[in-house]
């Protein structure tokens, strides 16, 4: 299986004007210099008394560092990674030189010394600071993916399950399907989304959705159906299309007062597969309903949370029609 | 014992259906008889004044016109049927829309609820309509689409992007589009305070639609009025004066506007 990225941004630097990684920068450095002081020195009392000389020294440079990387920050988040542990590198030592020139007689070593130093902890400093943030983010990735998996909205269960309802007398076995429908559905909806799944199964999540839509709506929705060339075992996150598609029904067929025809098309080209949903479009006002993208946006950033950079998600409109484009690597279960 | 008279209105046909099912479910306890069907908002506002429903069952979701707008274009009505709204959105939703100080329904609606509100319509004493108007606006959350007008038993829905003006005159508002005048019985302040940015006033008792104002003519005084600015209109050769203490803001309206 092709390995989902979990972390969503393993490449950033800190951010230097949060508390915590205030305090472990200050905390760190101190612990650095103990640790040195405690190897040199065997003797407690003296090293002791070396430790609060020594950090009267770290200090200034120190905060004065950190006080900087706050103001900073906003700035250096836009830097790339390694630039930017380069810049908080340099910038450590030019202020470590720049104490030195102030109380250079008093500090023990010659500056080459104290620019090493200076370099090492802040190496180390950004480095421990690296592992922290790895260590966590998959959780993060993990909770961020339960807030992005796709939400259907209620007005669809409640007049699905009216339209079963009304079913019932007249025509139970089309109520037991719908019903059946629905269980699939839902069944997929409240599952986790964080694996892989086959298009196959994917595409016949939206058939029975498209199944109810069609009972609900009935000569209102034209569906059209171009999987011809559909890689069916290519894998895909879960409920990525299902949404486009509730999507088109609901902004481009349900405020219309015509037929709305619906096309799904999927293809495989190359190691690529295309997806391309089209509904029509209405031109706002009468009727029609406002759209936040929240959907669209909710489906890119799942689609690179998996295929980071690899995958494309485009929506516009053509003419009298609105078209949304997914384009995905072709990966198959290994 | 005579029947209620019903209209529903309802995009889905299943729903529709469904509640003719529920209402001959009813039947023992309170006859009823459909006297309409519709699937979308302009469609009801064509039939039901003819149809002589007493009650309406109305879905908040239809294409051509929702229902909350609809039911604010009935009001206008002399005989208005009673409006009970008929939603599949969740409690939740239903809050948000302050649609709770109406008469609703949630879908899938259950027979005793059914029952419930269509005897509160036949039971309601003399409608505080006044009251009903301002919790439809409010539960409307934007700007209608339409002005409507009553004419006879009759609703004539006006585009609000037709409209070049809104002029008050004594008890009625004029509304002028380049294919007629209609009036209607609606404070220039609420339309104003209702569509916000489109209309600009231009005078204490004129409203100017922003997108059909062309221009801006000096008029010179004559013997009984002052010198002034008067707005040139697309449309409509009629020139609107602008009031001294409304111009400094009136002339911002076209960016190209000389001094």
Known sequence: MPSIRQNPNPEALPDFRNLGVTARALIGVNLLALAAILVGEPDWGKALNMFVLTTSLIEPPLLASLALLYVGAPWLMRVPYWAGCALVIALVMAIAASTHSVVGDAAPGNLPRVLVLAALAAAVVLAYLRLHTKAYSPALAEARLQALQARIRPHFLFNSLNAVLSLIRRDPRRAERTLEDLSDLFRALMSDSRDLVRLADEVNLIERYAAIEQLRLGDRLRMSWDLDNAPMDAMMPALVLQPLLENAVYHGVEPGTGTGDVLVRVARRGDRVLVCIENPWLQPGTGTRAGNHMALDNIRERLMLFFDDEARLNARVEGTRYCVDIDIPYRVRA | ?259
């Open chain 2, 1 to 259: 014992m005579s029947e209620l008279r019903v209209f529903i209105a309802d995009d889905e046909a299943p729903a529709r259906a469904r509640m003719q099912e529920l209402l001959a479910d009813i039947r023992g306890e309170l006859a009823t008889r459909v006297v309409g069907e519709s699937d979308n908002g302009l469609d009801v506002i064509d039939r039901l004044p003819g149809s002589g429903a007493q009650v309406l069952l109305l879905d908040i979701q239809m294409p051509g016109m929702g229902g909350i707008e609809l039911a604010r274009h009935l009001n206008a009505l002399e005989d208005a049927p009673t409006v009970i709204f008929v939603t599949a959105h969740d409690r939740h939703a239903v809050e948000a829309f302050e649609l709770n100080a109406l008469d609703y329904l949630m879908k899938p609606v259950r027979t005793e609820r059914l029952l419930a509100a269509l005897r509160k319509s036949l039971a309601a004493p003399e409608r505080d309509v006044r009251g009903h108007a301002e919790r439809l606006e409010r539960a409307a959350g934007g700007a209608r689409e339409f002005f409507s007008v009553a004419e006879r038993n009759r609703i004539v829905l006006v585009p609000v992007g037709d409209v070049l003006f809104l002029k008050a005159e004594l008890k009625y508002v004029t509304l002028r589009t380049a294919a007629g005048d209609h009036l209607i019985e609606e404070p220039l302040v609420s339309i104003e305070r209702e569509f916000g940015e489109r209309f600009v006033r231009v005078h204490r008792n004129c409203l100017v639609a922003r997108s059909a104002i062309r221009g801006f003519e000096r008029v010179a005084g004559g013997s009984d009025e002052e010198p002034h600015w008067s707005v040139v209109l697309e449309g409509t050769p009629e020139r609107l004066p602008v009031s001294r203490r409304l111009w400094p803001a009136v002339k911002g309206v076209l960016p190209e506007a000389r001094e």
